[in-house]
């Protein structure tokens, strides 16, 4: 497989959304989203407020919620393609993800303690996802293993999510309502492999980040690694 750099002076582009319109839009520690142009020039799009994005979503209206990445603060903030802020849902602790779907927005909040490096142990699981949606703001799954990226499947019938100290990716079926159905655990790893991004293929395989290691890795469907 051959790698090529792509981007430049990026400060920890964590999340990445590729376009249709051939744009390339990742996460930016200087405040918000860097656009990659096609042609390699960039936009930094950012609001006045220092927001370690972490996670984020694009929105239908071409707005951004960010995950914020704070030392002792999170929350989900909304950021307008022209640089305008605003909080979306504000008082919960260090965020790590979002992700947005048929109007429903699922959040992923790694752990409960700060700083949060003391979460990163094995066996520990505060972690957890919110729910927003008409019916309001919940907590949809608790107990997890250092909740990191989550996202619907391509069908629309599970929200994948990895825990990265539990290591392990888990499933939860989607209910009707947006609540999520009992975890089932799709694949675990073993030493050196901590799960982070993921997203899917066209044969219903996971692709899979690992922090630490370097390395990517494929989960098929019926949990095998390769």
């Not at 790590?96 to 142990?121: C, D, Q």
């Not at 629309?156 to 499933?171: A, I």
């Not at 050196?192 to 494929?218: C, H, K, M, Q, Y």
Request: aromatic share 10%; hydrophobic share 35%.
């Amino acid at each position: 497989m051959n790698v090529e750099p792509f981007g430049r002076d990026l400060e920890r582009p964590e999340c990445v959304h590729c376009t249709a319109q051939g744009d390339v839009f990742v996460s930016d520690w200087r405040g918000g989203v860097t656009r990659i142009r096609a042609d390699g020039t960039q936009q930094l799009i950012k609001g006045e407020r220092p927001i370690k994005t972490n996670g984020f979503a694009i929105l239908p209206d071409r707005s951004f919620l960010l995950a914020h990445l704070g030392e002792h603060e999170g929350g989900v903030w909304r950021l307008t393609y022209e640089g305008e802020l605003s909080p979306f849902l504000e008082d919960l602790p260090p965020t790590n993800f979002v992700h947005a779907w048929n109007e429903r927005v699922y959040i992923t909040v790694s752990t409960r303690l700060v700083p949060r490096t003391l979460a990163r142990k094995p066996g520990y699981a505060d972690g957890f996802i919110v729910c927003v949606d008409r019916r309001g703001t919940r907590v949809v799954a608790d107990g997890l293993g250092y909740t990191n990226e989550c996202k619907v499947d391509p069908a629309g019938n599970w929200l994948y999510v990895n825990e990265t100290f539990g290591k392990r990716m888990s499933r939860f079926a989607l209910l009707p309502n947006g609540d999520l159905g009992a975890r089932e655990t799709v694949a675990e790893f073993g030493a050196g492999t901590f799960p982070d991004g993921l997203d899917f293929d066209a044969e219903g395989g996971v692709w899979i980040t690992s922090v630490f290691s370097n390395r990517l890795i494929r989960v098929a469907r019926d949990g095998s690694d390769r």
